[in-house]
């Protein structure tokens, strides 16, 4: 079992930077490719960025390539996501998401564990 908290969301302007942190418990973060999703209201679940294992490897859509950097530190247990530029339209509740098999995805279903979400919101 795998349990993922999330935070450092809040309120922002456009224009503004954010970053989120996931901490993950137990000792095997590091056999886990992570990623972030987010979800606004009304909407599905979107992809938002992905790190293989050590970090080799990284994925994100366009929607948020060159504004966000996904990184990790697995002697921490921690990945982060780093938000720059944000618009309104990257108001959402983010999550973050462990794939136990190891192998980074930008589907929600290849990831087995997910946190609570922490809320995002830019002003205009």
């Known amino acids: 079992q795998v349990q993922l908290v999330e935070s450092g969301g809040g309120s922002v302007q456009a224009g503004g930077s954010l970053r989120l942190s996931c901490a993950a418990s137990g000792r095997s973060f590091s056999s886990y490719a992570m990623g972030w999703f987010r979800q606004a209201p009304g909407k599905e679940r979107e992809f938002v960025a992905a790190?293989?294992?050590?970090?080799?490897?990284?994925d994100y859509p366009d929607s948020v390539k060159g504004r966000f950097t996904i990184s990790r530190n697995n002697a921490e247990n921690t990945v982060y996501l780093q938000m720059n530029s944000l618009k309104p339209e990257d108001t959402a509740v983010y999550y973050c998401?462990?794939?136990?098999?190891?192998?980074?995805?930008?589907?929600?279903?290849?990831?087995?564990?997910w946190g609570q979400g922490a809320q995002v919101t830019v002003s205009s």
């Open positions: 998401a462990a794939a136990t098999r190891g192998v980074i995805g930008a589907n929600f279903y290849e990831y087995d564990y």
């Open positions: 790190i293989s294992r050590y970090g080799a490897r990284l």
